[in-house]
């Protein structure tokens, strides 16, 4: 089953060749719009938010604190303590030791569940690798941005804190906005 | 999460691929489960000896069994080569291959359990389930199936009453096919066998007659109803 | 109609030929003192080679040229005698077992000494209790003649003999599986080489034949090889047991030269099929030979004229099918038959057939879609060639043929069956659209 | 069967021109061309290759079909294509046909990340599958047996677990159900799969069918470190890869391929017995007995406890090592005895005392076998020793080589042995008559006369042993692995000299693969015996400057000549015979030191000061395999931060008694042996690497101190005293503390059972099951009859090491005949 390299080419549209009459039109158009710009901000009002009594929206897509995840009808928790996650974590700041559901302790939906998963935030660097990872979308990154603590074992969130719902909600921003 | 099998088996949970594979597909819901083996799903009892081969010591044998395993053992260079015989004969005596007829010819034998019972769920013949002392394979396969045997085994099974000591079987190709429908009773062939004569073959089963005399294979005269009486 | 050549089954119709006095009596015996009084066993081997009498097991493979490979040397030789006859459609060596026992016996005595073995099996399926009660009479009267056992006829040769019952597992007529299973294991194929003729029964070298294989070796050794030669075609010497099953009017075992035309067998000794139908289609080598169509009834019945027309003459087990049957429950029946047969030890067979049988039960319920029988052929390709023994391809060949052959037919049948399922499903409240749209 | 010689051959894979052995494998010669071919079901370690899996097809050319890379021997000139278009289809095909029916549950499942399957279907699968059937589901998963969970859903039937239970391990418990696409793994009627080495099996799966229950879901592949090690439970010593997490947890034991030692294989003591390492009862702190118990105390006053205790006894000190101990322990022991203390009481040796001149005799390096001597020898005697209990994984090895080289087996042992079935002659002498045995097995190998006089003198019959001796003679190169039981009780000495006289009517000592080989009691007992640790001999077998008391003679001279003893990985009362004799000296002792993981019994009531011993894991030094492979045992993991290496305790108690050992370190000690040991000489940690250095095969071999084999001058064994019953002990694989530790393991703990032949059982009014007790002078034991058709008449075995009713109460180096009467109507001991 070889594959045609006809479909790989894609074809690029150039624009004009640099120089000439055209060429000096183009670059005073560009210098023109960018002035547009500069003399418009120039005379906006400065944007100042008074953190942390407001707080700047982020975009849906806001790669924040990590959120763990359960199942809506059953509570179950939906990480089956794969640690893939931690394998895919480039700051190694994921640990997760797995267990065995029984019977009468479910508490994944699977045959096995974390019994400890850890998060070292103070390590973790936000890529969303273990989001990537995550075959059964257990783990999510949420918008919270507000990690500041007074010790670092404080940042060691454990898996309780990633599963619990946060304090203050962070406010989003409509896509576009 | 728990979608009723077919089978009457309840889908754990516990396999979250498995669960959101079902219940991600609903037009499969209809289609039949895979039939499955009982054995497949049985955990080992832990509470039970591991089975070693068998001290002689410590088992039971019918006199009549041992000597005719031995004689068969001695048939043989190597010993084991008697499993099947050895096995059939213990099926004569116990109706079935039960872990106890198993642990009397191992202990013959001087081989594993474990060696006779894969040994009796790779064969047909050998029964590792009770049933029926008399037997009613009827042939099923590719000639029968072209004259219609399906029809033969359904009536076979519908003449059955319960408790009836007899195991009817559809059975792989049992080299009759110019008898074809026909049906192997207690290792006598009968044939061509018409689904109307069903009941009457289980009735002389069940009373111990010979079911339609003079039309088994071996049976004085017999000859296909297409061939000239020689 | 057409007229047999009786040479196997001459004298088939005696009464008590099963005897050891009525064959005696018929000039039993003698060429087994021919062969053991006068001939060295490599002539024997010699003979037969010259006879170009081919394995009529199903693989047609020269028979003295298997019995040459046997090693010489003193080790423990074994010959081991192939009565199970599981495949379907054949019931030929049925019919000489139960008829003519001590004609095997004298077979396999002389090929035995051929090749140097002492000890015989003959494994005969268990569901042939009636053959296997005659077998050990006639061995039991054969040894009472001192035709086998110890110094037989003289001559300095010890021939053992023990018929061993098989359980029911076609798997077990693979002549492997039957070494595994006559040496009281699982019947599972064995890895190819060591062949058996060098490492065979009980790590011994062993020769394996068919009971009509080795029926044939006392009419060779007797009248000789150049007799033989004259029946038959160049390449399919002699004569053949034909069983011809299914939907004929007159089914039963013929006995031809190979290589007269099929259509005289199936119309002329058979009879054709039922009145008012046609073949749809034949298998001309029992069930794992490639399906064959009405107008391939006019080849020469040979070894090399099927194997030309894309399938096999096999055990020489002709199954008719007429035009009443489906193909797709034609299909199905074969792909179940292996499915079960399947011994479980190679991946291709095991998952194969599994696969084959769930797709051909969905093209039945009508689920499939026409990229199935697309797969369905893959699989089948797939199958083909990666197998530990033929019998995956045993079924791939079959189930390939057909859909080459009904394709058609397959993708019709499914359609049909899906509006049926859909009329159902509407009958019964159970599909989401509404009664007239269906109507 | 000499071991052969393969010759190079050149073939073509893939267009590259590859040289191999020839008839290796196709699937192994790619290999050297650095061609990969994938396969399930090959494993060469398991015998023949099956061609079950077809995922080895290659195209070779001149070969109609594909042919299986594992079954096809590579012959000159031969063309192969592992990249055909043919070759990849079938490779795709059989990834599609072997994930039909397997769950895609990878993240749950123990195997991702290290399994086969998931690889090769990266590698050579087509990527997706066109089975859209639902598949087959099944509660999952089940339990095979207490150790092993069975996944049938993941199963993809590669022959591998079977195959090794009925090829290697020879239990023929677990087998292949049914028939088709209906078949499974498992074992008759539900019985569990309990058997020595039933753990391998995991370690062989190539998906996560079959798991370890111990390390279900403990780690991944990514969150764990492999530590190579040897495993120190027994004598074989076999290497192992520890899998740990954190640098803290053993999770997992798994076998490290050396041919020389052990062939891959572990047994399931060494696969599960991690877990007492992490056991709660584990003794991490020092202790001392302090108002009548023991009580955890600081390192600084269990050390000047230590001292002051041994340096008050002086000479009047004695020291039991145990077979755990490494040669660095061993070697500071000794040193801590003899220099320190001026007390040569030191002895390694459950019982008996070996003659120095025997000693040397025995060590020599052309008198000792190898253990891959045993696969190809030309006959092996396996002589008073049950392996699969005292060296398991020889057990596995003489099976290999009667099965694959046609090794001529013979079993000469007083309790019916598992390998009897394999054996070409068996002979059953009564308990204790060794030497008769050696005796009579001398007569049938000589002229004969006397044999029948002899043989009775060992109780066996002169049938059996002139089989036996048929058997070995004209044999080719014969091994004889013997147990130490033999060397031990009162005529120990003799039996010693009838074996070195055998050996030399067999010419073991000019003979290549012929040997001695021992299976002593003490997992380094060879090391410490090497390094010195016993009475008449100093390191290096060298004659010892004051000759000491033997085991047994220390326990009889306490309180007399002997106040402190230092117990070394070792309780008497559990391990050495006479177990009365060793309450009263234990109970009598000033002062009992001693160095333990576990508080047995006798240690919890007798130990004055008890230092933390560290656990195999976390231990670092050298042991010496009985066939002289000084191996390395290393640290996989930390020690608890209570416990010091037991070098320096020991290295801390010279210098606390004022003569400091002068070694800073666990290297420096084994740099002290090594110029101590002048047949050690040269040896570098560096040299042993991985997989150890048999001293017998280096230049120092040569300064093993000369010693002759004894040529006549043998005395006659003695008549076997009329007796009824005699008593025959042996260990039990499945007794000790780390049987007792393991969770996991303890369902297989030994208990005491009584085994009397069919006759003696319906004699004395006993059945299978019974209560009985066995009794001998005033001692009695009480254990479950079992009776056995295969149990001579006459003998009766109990199983030594048991926690409770152990049968060294009833031992003393001597034969002894004992009473059975059933427990209820226990007769007073005559």
Redesign the interface.
Known sequence: MSYPWSEDVITVERGPEPGGVGGAYRVLGETLRGLKTVFKQALSKPVTIEYPEEKTPVYPRFRGRHKLHRFEDTGLEKCVGCSLCAAACPAGCIRVVAAENTPDHQVSAGERYAAVYEINLTRCIFCGYCEIACPFDAITMGVDYELADYTRSDLIFTKEMLLADPIDKTPLRAEGE | MTPEHGNGRTLRARDPVAADHLAGAPEQAATPVPSVPAGWDRSADLTKPPATIPDPAQVEVPEDLRREIEEHMAKYPDRRSAALPALAAAQRVHGWCSPEAIAQVAAVMRVTPAYLSSVVTFYDMLNSEPVGRHYVYVCTSVSCHLRNAQALADAMKAALEPGDDINVREFECLGACDMAPMCDVDGRYIGPVDPSEAPDVIAAVREGRTPLPGRGLGDDGFHLPWEQES | MADQTRVLLDDIDEPGLHTIEVYERLGGYQALRKALTTMEPDEIVAELQASGLRGRGGAGFSMGQKASFMPKGTMDKYLCCNADESEPGTFKDRLLMQKNPHRLIEGIVIAAVAAGANRAFIYIRGEYVLQADILNAAVAEARARGYVGANILGSGHDVDLVVHRGAGAYICGEETALLDSLEGKRGNPRLKPPFPANQGLFRGPTLINNVETLSNVPIVIAKGAEWFKQRGTEKSTGTKVVSVSGNVQRPGNYEIELGIPAREIVYGLAGGPPPGRKVKCWFPGGSSAPVLLEEDLDRPYSFESMAEAGSMLGSGAIIVVDDSVPIVSLALRVARFYRHESCGKCVPCREGTNWTVKMLERIDRGEATPMDIEILDQVQQNIMGNCLCVLGDSMAMPVRSMIAKFKDEFIAHNERAREAADRLAVGAGLSSEPVDAAA | MPKPEPKLITFEIDGREVQAPEGMMLVDAARLGDVEIPFFCYEPKLG????????C?VEIEGMP??Q?SC?TPVKDGMVVSTTSERVK??QN??V???L??H??????CDK??ECPLQDISYGWGAGRS?????????????????LIAID?ERC??C?RCVRFSQEIAE??????????????V??????????PFSGNIVELCPVGALTSQAY?????P??IEDAGSICTLCPSQCNVKYTTRDDTRVLRVLARDNQGVDDGWLCDKGRFGYQAIHAPERVTQPLVRDGGALRPVSWERALSEAARALARAGGRSAAIVGGQATNEEGFLVQHLMREVLGSPHVDSRPSGVLDPAQARALARPDLTAAVPDIEWAGAVLVLDTELVDEMPILDLRVRKGVRRNGVRLVVATSRPSSLD?NARAVVRFTPGAGEAFLAALGAALGDGRGLDELAGRAGASPEAVRAAADALRDAGPVVVVWGERLSGGERGRQAVARLLDLARTLELAGTEGAGLLEVPRGTNARGLREVGCLPNLAPGLADAAAAGKSAGEIAAAVPEEISALLLVHADPLSSHPDRGAWERALDRAGSVIAFADFLTPGLEEHATVVFPSESEAEKDGTMTHPDGRVQRVRQAIARPPEVLPNWQVLAELCERIGKPAGVVSGPAVFERIVASVPFYEGLTLAELGGKGVRWQERDGAGRVPESTLPEGGLEEPPPLEAADLRLGTAPSLWSGPVVEHSPILR?LLADQRVELS?EDGERLGVS?GDEVAVTVGGASVRGVAR????VPPGSVFLVEGTQSENATALTNGRPRAVKVARAAREVTPA
């Open positions: 023949a290759p099956v061609g079950a899996c077809r995922m097809l079909k594909l299986t079954s289809q079938a095909a059989v599609e046909f072997l039909v029916n769950p895609l549950d990878c993240p749950v991702g990340g066109r089975f859209i059937e639902p598949k087959r589901h099944f509660e999952k998963p089940v339990a095979l047996s207490p049938r993809i039937l022959y239990d023929y418990q677990l087998v292949f159900l049914e028939r088709g696409d209906h078949t499974f498992g074992t008759h009627d539900g019985h569990p799969y309990v058997a279900r879901f403990r780690a991944r990514w969150d079935p369902f069919v299978t009776l056995r058709s295969d």
